[in-house]
């Protein structure tokens, strides 16, 4: 199995972000971190992530802001999905998301295999969405 691909886990609570890292690194993939939505955007922008995994509920800029940031001014020619997680389980933020192009949603609390799911998933999509 390839794990070379690059993860960014961007969410304000540091025990979400440090589960969540150990957990995926130990499947061998890069992992960048960002602790508020500013920081994301930027980490988008250098780092060129493959798999975006996106808190809804951060300071300076929200996850939807980032989300929608991405996706109206995308900052790589390639496809990069996106993995909301947060306490938000209501149906309009769940639209909400989705009408963001978010990729796939997961609720908080969580299961780690949930997140390690849904990674697996957008993996599986990438070559589908490769950008010619």
């Known amino acids: 199995m390839t794990t ?3 993860i960014l886990i961007a ?8 589960a969540i890292y150990s957990h995926l690194s130990q499947s061998g993939y890069e992992i960048i971190t960002a ?11 250098n780092e060129n992530p493959d798999i975006i995994i996106l808190d809804i509920n951060m300071p300076k800029m929200n ?8 996706r109206s001014n995308p900052p790589s020619a390639k496809w990069q999905p996106v993995i909301i997680i947060s306490t938000k389980d209501e ?3 769940l ?7 978010a990729d796939y949603y ?6 780690l295999d949930k997140i390690s799911n ?15």
């Not at 697996?120 to 589908?128: A, D, E, F, T, Y």
């Open 106 to 111: 997961v609720t908080k609390p969580f299961n």
């Open 4 to 6: 070379n691909y690059k």
């Open 118 to 132: 849904a990674v697996n998933i957008m993996i599986s999509l990438l070559p589908l969405r490769k950008t010619k």
């Open 35 to 45: 602790f508020d939505g500013a920081e994301a955007l930027e980490k988008i922008k």
């Open 95 to 101: 639209r909400k998301g989705y009408e963001l192009e």
């Open 91 to 93: 149906f309009d933020s």
């Open 11 to 18: 969410d304000d609570e540091t025990q979400c972000v440090e």
């Open 63 to 70: 996850g939807f802001e980032v989300l929608e940031q991405i």
